[in-house]
Structure formats: structure tokens, C-alpha cells
């Protein structure tokens, strides 16, 4: 499958990357949103929060446990915020799951 986020994870396609394991890459958005402005992927292709099921408990919570270590060594001691569009009408542009970490500033708290 030609995935953009896959190529990233097989680094077929170059990517800043901030941390690395065998599961999951995170690495720095291309067009940052915020000062910090990091995607975590899983490596393994899923294309998004909508097929998750219980079969993925343990990788999510990976993720979610990677996440603060990633956002301590980015040092985003005054909070950050996590977001995974989901389909067209969040806007979600690339589909292959993907959690924006955001922070290094006050963030607006517009949701939609
Ligand atoms: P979303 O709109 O939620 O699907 O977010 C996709 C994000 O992916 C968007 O913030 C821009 C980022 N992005 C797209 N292409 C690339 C790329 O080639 N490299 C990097 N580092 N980020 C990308």
C-alpha cells in the first residue's frame, strides 16, 4: 500500500525523528501548528482511531505511555495537548493513525 506515514516509518522517506522503537515512530510535523509540533505513528499501517479495536489495547497504551516521555524531553513543562482527527470531517489528511502532541505555547481552546 503507498502510505506516506508508512514510507516515514520504513524511513523511505526522511523525517526528524524525536524517538523510536520497534512499534512506534514519532518524529516532527512538517507543518507545525504549534513551537512543538510532534506525530506519533504506529508502525504497522491502521488508518485510524475509527478501526482500533481491543486487539490494539496494548500498542494505544504504548503510545500513550511514550507520549509524556516524549513531551518531558521536549520540555513542555507547561502542558500540551494530544489530537487524532479521525476522517473527513476532523479533517484528517493522511490516514494512517496519528497523535499530534502540540504545545510550547498557550493553545487556543477552539475545538471545531
Ligand atoms: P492530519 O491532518 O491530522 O491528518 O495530520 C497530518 C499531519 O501530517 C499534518 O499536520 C502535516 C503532517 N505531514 C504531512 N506530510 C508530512 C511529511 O511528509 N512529513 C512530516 N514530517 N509531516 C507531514
Do not use: W
Amino acid at each position: 500500500m503507498d502510505c506516506l506515514f508508512c514510507r516515514i516509518a520504513a524511513g523511505d522517506i526522511p523525517s526528524t525523528k524525536v524517538y523510536e522503537d520497534d512499534a512506534i515512530l514519532a518524529f516532527r510535523d512538517i507543518n507545525p501548528q504549534a513551537p512543538t509540533h510532534i506525530l506519533v505513528i504506529p508502525k504497522a499501517h491502521i488508518g485510524s482511531v475509527a478501526e482500533l479495536t481491543e486487539e490494539h489495547a496494548a500498542l494505544v497504551g504504548h503510545i500513550f505511555a511514550v507520549i509524556p516521555q516524549i513531551a518531558r524531553q521536549e520540555g513542555l513543562t507547561g502542558g500540551f495537548r494530544v489530537v487524532s482527527n479521525c476522517g473527513p470531517d476532523a479533517g484528517q489528511s493522511v490516514p494512517h493513525l496519528h497523535f499530534h502532541i502540540l504545545g510550547g505555547k498557550e493553545l487556543s481552546l477552539e475545538m471545531a
